[in-house]
């Protein structure tokens, strides 16, 4: 506010309340001086971006604190409200890069604080914070394609909240599900060259009694054999260059 706005303001105040006034002229030149240079930042008036009604208004301000305070007002009084008024404008406000060099650090800080004073003020709408827009992956996508198509390779013939409840009690299957879905090496996409599983079908324990059919009472293992793993990470390696390179 300059002079004549701070004039105005101690003017309608002592209207408001006239047994606190200047009793002499050089009384009131002396607190007109006072609350020009205590106000110099504090506008008489700002628009609010959420409306009118939460606009500011200095009189009202002074008003409010004559009402409801049994104290004389002071500078303070308008200067604070303003402080927490100005904070929640500016908070909604995400600084532009100024049209500055921003080498030029002082110039860049000075347009940043020259923004921020208008919006506070009422002079320019903050600005909104945008969000970072990417472009969806190739890779991404392609890699859930083959998730997809892994899944669908399994097949299914009970619906999907019907598997995720029966997954205790099948735990092979359960596993490979989770493996398609994060597109991650399955050890049954593969032979095992030590017990000789067909693709698809668990690790079977050894018989190594002579005499003795190998695959002849073997019993299923819950975890596949080391080279079955090795097996299929190396397949797996090689499909993700594959399709990279395609």
């Known amino acids: 506010m300059n002079r004549r706005e701070i004039a105005a303001l101690l003017a309608y105040v002592d209207?408001?309340?006239?047994?606190?006034?200047?009793?002499?002229?050089?009384?009131?030149?002396?607190?007109?001086e006072q609350w020009a240079t205590l106000l110099e930042h504090v506008p008489a008036t700002a628009?609010?971006?959420?409306?009118?009604?939460?606009?500011?208004?200095?009189?009202?301000?002074?008003a409010r604190h004559i009402a409801t305070s049994p104290y004389p007002i002071k500078p303070s009084d308008v200067g604070a409200?303003?402080?927490?008024?100005?904070?929640?404008?500016?908070?909604?406000?995400?600084d532009p890069a100024p049209a500055v060099d921003p080498d030029n650090v002082t110039a860049y800080r000075a347009a940043l604080r020259s923004t921020?004073?208008?919006?506070?003020?009422?002079?320019?709408?903050?600005?909104?914070?945008?969000?970072i827009e990417g472009r969806p992956s190739p890779i991404r996508a392609e890699r859930d394609a083959e998730a997809a198509r892994r899944l669908a390779a399994l097949g299914s013939y009970v619906p999907r909240t019907v598997a995720q409840q029966l997954a205790t009690y099948r735990p092979h299957r359960a596993q490979r599900e989770r493996l398609a879905?994060?597109?991650?090496p399955d050890a049954l996409d593969v032979e095992c060259t030590?017990?000789?599983?067909?693709?698809?079908?668990?690790?079977?324990?050894?018989n190594i009694r002579p005499g003795k059919d190998p695959q002849q009472r073997a019993r299923a293992r819950r975890d596949p054999h080391?080279?079955?793993?090795?097996?299929?990470?190396?397949h797996h390696a090689r499909r993700q260059e594959q399709e990279t390179a395609a």
């Open 81 to 94: 409200p303003w402080e927490t008024y100005r904070a929640d404008v500016v908070g909604r406000h995400w």
């Open 226 to 234: 080391p080279s079955r793993v090795e097996d299929a990470q190396a």
């Open 116 to 131: 921020r004073q208008a919006v506070a003020v009422g002079a320019l709408p903050p600005a909104p914070q945008h969000a």
């Open 194 to 206: 030590w017990c000789g599983a067909t693709a698809g079908q668990p690790c079977r324990t050894r």
């Open 15 to 32: 209207r408001l309340d006239p047994t606190r006034a200047p009793q002499s002229k050089s009384a009131a030149g002396e607190r007109l």
């Open 181 to 184: 879905a994060a597109n991650l």
């Open 47 to 62: 628009q609010h971006p959420d409306g009118p009604e939460r606009s500011w208004d200095a009189s009202r301000v002074a």
